[in-house]
């Protein structure tokens, strides 16, 4: 088997992927996650648990603007990794733990699928 032919094989069939919004989902999620101020939220939003952290506690957790933050909380949230809800005056931001375990578990999901699961 040529090089070019051991290629085409390694490529999956579009029959054998999964669904292509499911892809496309789980790339936004990755994809959002990928800048490292965008991470440093979501990754205080994931310590803090269910009951989240305010927009005031997650601006003083990774020192940044306001209006930064409000620009990267804003992709967190259009991906479905975060979620807020008002009480009061206060927004609380919330980690999506079921979008977390969703994006992250993607791939893990798939290991050795081929091979008829990892040993």
Do not use: W
């Not at 070019?4 to 669904?19: F, G, S, W």
């Not at 803090?48 to 940044?64: F, M, T, W």
């Not at 807020?84 to 609380?92: A, F, K, V, Y």
């Amino acid at each position: 088997m040529n090089a070019r032919n051991a290629a085409v094989k390694a490529v999956p069939k579009k029959a054998d992927m999964k669904n292509t919004a499911d892809l496309d989902r789980t790339a936004a999620c990755l994809e959002a996650l990928g800048q490292p101020v965008r991470l440093a939220v979501y990754r205080v939003l994931v310590r803090a648990g269910p009951e989240g952290r305010s927009v005031g506690e997650l601006q003083e957790a990774v020192d940044i603007p306001r209006s930064t933050l409000s620009f990267h909380l804003r992709r967190l949230i259009e991906v479905g990794l975060v979620v807020q809800e008002r009480h009061g005056t206060t927004l609380i931001c919330h980690a999506d733990m079921a979008v977390m375990d969703h994006t992250l578990g993607f791939l893990m999901r798939e290991c050795c699928a081929d091979r008829g699961g990892c040993r």
